[in-house]
């Protein structure tokens, strides 16, 4: 079956039997669970509208024990908006470059996934003109220790900001740069080898408001992260660096971080507008694999 009669088949399931699922709020200051729901069968465009709603109001929807395919992955996935492909091309799902592979197993001397692509707090590909609405993680392989995700709430973050904060961010735009995070795990991790000149001019450096505005929430967000905001714009370097210190600490406080632990076949769908997220790199010995499809996004606007 191809992708596209997959999807004609759960568009289709608005005229299907609705499926009994249920979607429960995780304690803590992000998330629910949602049972009940098999993407093997069809999706309804209502049952879509009540978990994007969902996803909207907690920043993390988490689906249990979804036995699914990479096509029907990307399938799904597609639902909430066009799919955005991973510049490492070495690293997407055959036949589904819309997969990102993340895992820490290394076949033949050579890594089969991106071992650090949580190694750092981050919004998955802010560093797009249209950066990612969210992502759909796939569990295939998981440890029996280790390997949790942890994600923090970016509008809890600036709700808590002080108020001479705020109005010092008003207005204040940040670089966001992929080519900057790349070298810097580089140093980190022997996986990692040089860019291609293409693959550089593929990701260039964008500007973003600091503060945004979630299109669908409407809440303020603090939009920087410590994987790929390299600055804030007109500001002197140390001043920047003291800056993007204290709002990267003031957002991963305790109180503001959900940590996912793992189980067979999860698909977690995370907004990327409202959370950043960070995933420690599972040592090699504990096997560990997931597949990333990544939506895209708007235009960021204060």
Same mark, same amino acid.
């Given at each position: 079956m191809?992708?596209?009669?997959?999807?004609?088949?759960?568009?289709?399931?608005?005229?299907?039997?609705?499926?009994?699922?249920?979607?429960?709020?995780?304690?803590g200051?992000?998330?629910?669970?949602?049972?009940?729901?098999?993407?093997?069968?069809?999706?309804?465009?209502?049952?879509?509208?009540?978990?994007?709603?969902?996803?909207?109001?907690?920043?993390?929807?988490?689906?249990?024990?979804?036995?699914i395919?990479?096509?029907?992955?990307?399938?799904?996935?597609?639902?909430?908006?066009?799919?955005?492909?991973?510049?490492?091309?070495?690293?997407?799902?055959?036949q589904?470059?819309?997969?990102?592979?993340?895992?820490?197993?290394?076949?033949?001397?050579?890594?089969?996934?991106?071992?650090?692509?949580?190694?750092?707090?981050?919004?998955?590909?802010?560093?797009m003109?249209?950066?990612s609405?969210?992502?759909?993680?796939? %569990?295939?392989?998981? !440890?029996?220790?280790?390997?949790? +995700? #942890? /994600?923090?709430? *970016?509008?809890?973050?600036?709700?808590?900001?002080?108020a001479?904060?705020?109005q010092?961010?008003?207005?204040?735009?940040?670089?966001?740069?992929?080519?900057?995070?790349?070298?810097?795990?580089?140093?980190?991790?022997?996986?990692?080898p040089?860019?291609?000149?293409?693959?550089?001019?593929?990701?260039?450096?964008?500007?973003?408001?600091?503060?945004?505005?979630?299109?669908?929430?409407g809440?303020?967000?603090?939009?920087?992260?410590?994987?790929?905001?390299?600055?804030?714009?007109?500001?002197?370097?140390?001043?920047?660096?003291d800056?993007?210190?204290?709002?990267?600490?003031?957002?991963?406080?305790?109180?503001?971080?959900y940590?996912?632990?793992?189980?067979?076949?999860?698909?977690?769908?995370?907004?990327?507008?409202?959370?950043?997220?960070? %995933?420690?790199?599972? !040592?090699?010995?504990?096997?560990r +694999? #997931? /597949?990333?499809? *990544?939506v895209?996004?708007?235009?960021?606007?204060?």
């Amino acid at each position: 079956m191809t992708v596209a009669s997959l999807e004609r088949t759960q568009q289709a399931g608005s005229r299907a039997s609705a499926q009994d699922f249920s979607i429960r709020a995780i304690d803590g200051p992000l998330g629910a669970e949602i049972t009940g729901l098999d993407l093997n069968l069809p999706v309804s465009d209502e049952e879509l509208k009540r978990i994007r709603s969902a996803f909207v109001k907690y920043g993390l929807v988490v689906f249990r024990d979804q036995r699914i395919t990479p096509e029907q992955h990307v399938a799904f996935s597609r639902r909430f908006g066009p799919l955005q492909v991973h510049v490492l091309n070495r690293f997407h799902v055959a036949q589904h470059p819309e997969l990102l592979i993340v895992s820490n197993v290394v076949e033949n001397g050579q890594p089969i996934g991106l071992v650090d692509a949580g190694a750092d707090w981050h919004s998955d590909l802010s560093y797009m003109p249209k950066p990612s609405l969210g992502s759909l993680l796939h %569990a295939q392989e998981l !440890p029996p220790e280790q390997g949790d +995700t #942890l /994600y923090a709430n *970016t509008a809890n973050a600036y709700d808590t900001l002080p108020a001479d904060v705020k109005q010092l961010l008003a207005g204040k735009r940040a670089v966001h740069s992929y080519v900057y995070r790349y070298h810097r795990l580089q140093k980190l991790s022997p996986w990692r080898p040089d860019l291609t000149q293409k693959q550089i001019d593929e990701v260039p450096e964008v500007e973003h408001p600091v503060i945004i505005t979630h299109p669908e929430s409407g809440r303020k967000i603090l939009f920087v992260s410590e994987g790929f905001t390299s600055h804030i714009v007109g500001l002197p370097r140390d001043e920047s660096d003291d800056l993007l210190k204290f709002l990267h600490e003031h957002t991963i406080r305790a109180e503001n971080v959900y940590r996912h632990r793992w189980q067979a076949h999860d698909i977690v769908f995370w907004d990327n507008r409202s959370t950043v997220h960070y %995933a420690a790199i599972t !040592p090699q010995h504990l096997r560990r +694999t #997931l /597949y990333r499809a *990544t939506v895209e996004g708007d235009v960021p606007v204060f």
